[in-house]
């Protein structure tokens, strides 16, 4: 199979949905003539023209807005919002429209938008080039959240995403562009939303991730098996829905559960599925849910040890699993 | 009759390409709609209904609009007064009532929002939430596509003045104004946006004016001159359609009613003020010009409102008969692949 | 002491801190001449005038952006939102701005900016004026945020949100305004941001709650109580900082937690507060962490069977306690 | 002397105000600026920083600008191509310095922030951010805290013309508008954002034209001409003092440099476009002034620029060498009342 790296994954996915579609479409700044400023819409437009590869004015609400009135025409607008830090501008638009419209027309109309946006850090971008801001959309039901690790599921979970016929917010980690490489088939393929993925399996510890501490968790449990410890890790890759099944069972497989994310702790994702573990299957569990995630904190500072001392990296995460392991 | 069509020849409405039937539907159109927020604000004070907010005051200017544009063809993004408006784009007057009554028959939102809260797609009626302003930018969304696709199409989409205020105004303007897209732009000013009035919310300036800074042009007229609303709305659709883009309209009015029935207007404004108004309305206005031209006369008039009456009577009679939605179904249509009981119902 | 609604006791505060300090003042939609929407600024435009109690126009990103340019100045704003369904488009002000000026700043700069935003349903409003929004920004590290539930709290919190050197969203329950009353005392006090408070002393379970279900949970225990049910009601008060100590006092009183909310239930706070009772306690559980909280659909809508179906209520509240003291 | 005097008389700067002296200040704080960005420029090719977000083309505006307002007692907010403002008011080439090595003195985050991004409270320039135009609100709300509180200083706000697009700036400008504040907005317009040029920004329209829809006078004017700049911004400040308002100022500029160092200026505008833009730099057009009015010679000028080779060599040297911010700092400063170790640090 060919391999590719994950920004090349989104291109793909994109190009391949225009030419499947003439109904899709791409909107954002600098999405146009210079291919976006991490290269994720590079080649498109000179392939579709700037009909459908739109460098919008600098106004985010607009570029979401204008997408939802476009998607319930009928088209299927793909926004990128330049960094997600630049996404909450659009936040009425995306909370108290995109994810409304179904349910408050009573079924009528609906809003088959997708809105990309690069989180994360540890690209030495500072405070407001490194953020994730998944728990500011977490709680809005009406929204379906994605956010990949890998190019393969990168590309089967926008290609679902751009299909699909509701708003879905597309995380892609802009750490995880370059860095990550894997394989991804020719053929048209999507990855289901809603639908986790062991990525390790594992006996000793589980830990349930996404994006880009995935790869640290991986990492992570490579170093521990010299040690003989035995790692389970559940890649969530939707977070709404989130697969409470796969939750429940990568839980069960180990009865030690580490709940990992970049994005800060209270109120991340990791609160709700370690509630929903502590709910659905509590006397299972043979040590605390743990949870290990960004400190809480504002926002990631950019001077360069602050930067290490905030961002989490595969150590920390062995650290936390080793504990686990131990308890 | 000779003597009548003589007369009307060189009239007005007929140099506007208003035939004199379809002046007269006008009318009758703008009365319907005043005797529907008439009856919801009596249902209302009556306890049959929780809540209304009304459009009187702004009827000529909404229906007049609706006039001067394509039924099905277009896409409208009427805002919550919008009564007059939406009646004359195809809602009939037992989906308002159901709407009021929030009865599951309810088009718009099968009794979830509320009333004035339009969506029908069968009528191009987008779907409108509370948060204001909004629907602009989705009106420019529609007017993308249009040009996307190459559809010949316009989208026209209504607020209140004191809503020209948010971001996504101005957003929404630009963005059409760069790509020169379909859409009519039409602010109904109100001169009130709940208690604060204009100039609390723009100071001296002047709505139409802001068109000058998206480079395409803006007009205020008087929205109780139902030729001038019609006319100007009519231009600006063909301007849309030759590829011209957008055009902004301010449309004087003024918000007759309390701003809801929530709402006690005399703690803010004088009677003298709002009396001062009634006697601009633009319904009047109209029903003077047609007298003046003899296109209305007392039997016309007695006919058409005892149409209207009987309309309404049967209407608000279905709606308050029609079932309400079933309570599970508050549940429903969060995702469109979503399976029964797929949220945490029941937990 | 003096009885007092809750309506009233937030009126009190602002007219109380507007004397005590010329740096206070008020702005937003309708809250000069006709004393807000809900009534909650009445009596100040007459008694400050309007430099003080600003009309503003329509605008809740100014609202927010302008507070916060003259809270840098020093001043003490207090930023009416109509409803706090109408406070999105704000988001960026407030995530993006107010809570991270004193972070990026490296504490050169701050912003002691107070928003007051009227949550929740019950009050036939329909989709966007029933909403609770609590789930947007508690994930927002430098805001601090409350919801109170009494009189006395509302009171005692809005003051020591408005002395209060950093921003706080002050989220008032616009069911309660005018249906809870309560002993108000004359003399100035505080109630300080990040304390809980046990609402009602138990033994059989734990409810740990915030703003109107305080008062559904309230009634259920003295029904259930009857019934030989005896609970332990701790009202979070604060939701940011989240006061850990009393959670888990609370939750170790009876080892039996119900966590219950009117904001939908997953990604509410109720996830993070059964989060950290599994991580700090897990051992000393009887039952499994129960959460109740509204369904996860976009919002309330508006017609009576439908808002009866959604709205949570005693009879609800009462059976989940009934059943968590079963297990 | 005393014929160098007498042509200087009836100049244009003498005529505005400028005396001699402040006008070859003004000369060599534009230069500084331009030096400075250029040595920034260099240390990110060299490795020794990561990233630069550059002002090359804008000087002369912003330095004119500064010298138009109060030190010490207006209030700045502005944007991350504003060195030549921030020098001009009041911040250091150390701090500038210690910024770009992200230092632990650096006053305007300690090392937080990306550099560009300004804030320093003792020289009154307020803290920004990344986000575009939030500070737009931001300064009209200093403008209400000095209409309150009654004390005589406005505040002054500067934004690229791509992010006048945003709502913030709408809302903004109204608000201020309807309470007649005293702010001052200065559009930086260098006819790009990032990729996307004004015509794809804001059509065929100007951002001073905006104005017009708040209320309050928009002047366009030539950023490379000081001399307009200085007057313009003077006389907004005086009006804005005097009690009328707000005045938005849209300064023509051309940004010289890519983007950042992140940007490849060349894959969407041509290097000849760019070359032209080189010849109306403003500093040069300030510097043949200077020249023509013999208030500059081939020795002062040595001497200025040796003395700002010095002051640069010996800042870069300073931030090189002081100490980054230690590792736990990253976790303080998140709220006011903090006690040491009160976030979740050390899980
Ligand atoms: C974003 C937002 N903020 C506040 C409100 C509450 N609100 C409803 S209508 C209204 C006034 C609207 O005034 P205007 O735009 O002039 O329209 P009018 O009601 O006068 O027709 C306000 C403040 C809202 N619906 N949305
Ligand atoms: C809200 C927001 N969206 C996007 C960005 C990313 N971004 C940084 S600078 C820039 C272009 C700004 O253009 P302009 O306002 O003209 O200022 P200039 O850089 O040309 O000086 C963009 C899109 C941002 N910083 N903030
Ligand atoms: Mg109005
Ligand atoms: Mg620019």
Known sequence: MPVSNYLDAINAAMFEEMKRDDNVFVLGEDVGVKGGVFGATKGLYPAFGEERVIDTPLSESAIAGVAIGAAMYGMKPIAEMQYSDFMLPAVNQIISEAAKIRYRSNNDWNCPLVIRAPIGGGIHGGLYHSQCPESIFFGTPGLKIVAPSTPYDAKGLLKAAIRDEDPVLFFEHKKCYRMISGEVPEEDYIVPIGVADVKREGTDITVITYGLTVHFALKAADDLAKEGISAHILDLRSLQPLDTDAILAAARKTGKVLVLHEDNKTGGIGAEVAAIIAEQMLYELDAPIMRLASEDVPAMPISPPLEKQFMLNPEKVKDAMRKLALY | ?347
Chains 1, 3 share one sequence.
């Not at chain 2, 929780?50 to 896409?75: P, T």
């Not at chain 2, 420019?140 to 989409?157: D, P, T, Y």
């Open chain 2, 1 to 347: 009759m000779a003597a009548n069509e003589l007369v009307s020849q060189d009239a007005l409405h007929r140099q506007l390409g208003l035939s004199d039937e379809r002046l007269l539907d006008m009318y009758f159109m703008m009365v319907l709609a005043r005797k529907y927020d008439e009856r919801a604000l009596l249902l209302q004070r009556a306890g049959k209904i929780n809540f209304h907010v009304s459009g009187i005051g702004q009827e000529a200017a909404q229906v007049a609009a609706a006039f001067a544009l394509q039924k099905n063809k277009d896409y409208f993004l009427p805002y919550y007064r919008d009564y007059g408006f939406v009646l004359a784009v195809g809602m009939t007057m037992r989906e308002l009532m159901l709407s009021l009554f929030a009865k599951a028959g309810d088009p718009n939102s099968g009794g979830r929002q509320m009333p004035g809260h339009f969506g029908d797609k069968k009528n191009n009626i987008v779907t409108g939430s509370s948060p204001v302003t909004t629907q602009v930018p989705h009106a420019v969304g529609l007017a993308l596509a249009a040009k996307i696709k190459k559809q010949s199409f316009v989208s026209f989409v209504t607020f209140g003045e004191g809503s020209s205020n948010q971001g996504d105004f101005h957003e929404g303007c630009n963005f059409a104004g760069v790509h020169k897209l379909p859409v009519i732009f039409m602010c109904e000013n109100n001169q009130y946006a709940i208690s604060v009035p204009i100039a609390k919310q723009i100071g001296e300036a002047r709505i139409a004016d802001r068109a000058l800074g998206y480079g395409f042009p803006g007009h205020r007229i008087d929205g109780n001159d139902v030729f001038e609303v019609y006319r100007t709305v009519k231009e600006a659709r063909e301007r849309a359609l030759r590829g011209e883009g957008p055009t902004l309209i301010e449309a004087m009015v003024y918000r007759l009613s309390p701003h809801s029935t929530s709402d006690d207007d005399l703690a803010y404004r004088t009677k003298e003020e709002v009396q001062h108004h009634w006697k601009l309305d633009g319904i009047n206005r109209l029903r003077e010009y047609l007298l003046q031209h003899s296109l209305l006369n007392d039997e016309l008039e007695a006919e058409g409102l005892k149409k209207i009456q009987l309309v309404i009577d049967e209407a608000t009679d279905f709606a308050e008969k029609a079932p309400y939605p079933r309570p599970e179904d508050a549940f429903t249509h969060v995702y469109g692949d979503e399976q029964e009981g797929s949220t945490n119902a029941g937990q």
